[in-house]
């Protein structure tokens, strides 16, 4: 066990006892700020991995963005404030589940890498990553670019406030075809 | 040296938990976190394999996951605060998909279908009374 060996495994520990926490909090708020706890000790794995840059994305991206939206989305459905009492449904197939695939997966690992051992890694720049997604990967990046601006205009759409006059993009787009 | 077992096998432990909460919670936003836990296992598979060949690829396709699960999250909550304002609630388990929504101030708001289908009768929308 070296000492990096040692790190990786204090944060995976943590990473882990935040997921816990996630899905089995009664309080809806809390489970939010335990994911920030999960994905920041993955971000911390990630370091420790060596890619630089993919940890720091995750904490804009992950701590950064999708948990604050998620604590949005709790604050807008109007989530009670201290525990709720009916969150969850009944825990046999989901432990079934989840314990098949979780403990599978790392008995899995473990058989096949159990002994392996790899150099440390050099902590990686941005400069290769940029090198690759440029180069071999370029056109996945375009076609991802599409995708997120296709995700934004359909978020747009679907929580458009239809209030006062009833009407969506569809009847917009119909009124319009039939004034032309 | 390393042993990339150790991340891996906190990677699987992170995707039970996750798959254990998809199935096991009942609001549809602790759904969505939990999928994100799935997500976040999947990177660090990627970026462990990474380290055990010398390459970057994984990286690349950790980055393309992490865009993915942001264009995903904005979608979910979309249609979660749709659900919301539809229905005043957001227990999946009492979504049912040909039900009426319950309308009801100060949140009432049609459902698509019966917009659509205004829009097609001729209802007075606002752009219908200008042409």
Known sequence: MTLQDVLLSVVGLVAVAGGVAVVTTKQLVRAGLWLVVALGAVAVEFLLLGAEFAAWVQVLIYVGAVVVLLLFAVMLTRAPIGRSSDLDRPALPATLVGAASGLGLAALFVGVFGQFQVPAPAVGTAERIGDSVFGAWVLPFEVLSILLLAALVGAIVLSRPAAPAPQDASADAVAQGSSR | ?131
Do not use: C, H, K
């Open chain 2, 1 to 131: 040296m390393i042993r990339p077992v150790i991340p891996l096998v906190t990677a699987a432990l992170l995707f039970g938990l996750g798959a254990y909460g998809v199935l096991r919670r009942r609001n549809a936003v602790l759904v969505l976190m939990s999928v994100e836990l799935m997500l976040n296992a999947v990177n660090l598979v990627l970026v462990t394999g990474d380290t055990m060949r010398e390459r970057v690829t994984g990286q690349v396709f950790a980055l393309f996951v992490i865009v993915i699960a942001a264009a995903e999250v904005g979608v979910g909550l979309a249609l979660v605060l749709r659900l919301f304002r539809l229905r005043q609630d957001i227990n999946i388990d009492q979504v049912a998909l040909d039900d009426e929504p319950r309308t009801g101030p100060p949140f009432a708001a049609p459902a698509l279908a019966d917009a659509r289908s205004g829009a097609a009768a001729g209802a007075p929308t606002l752009d219908g009374e200008q042409a």
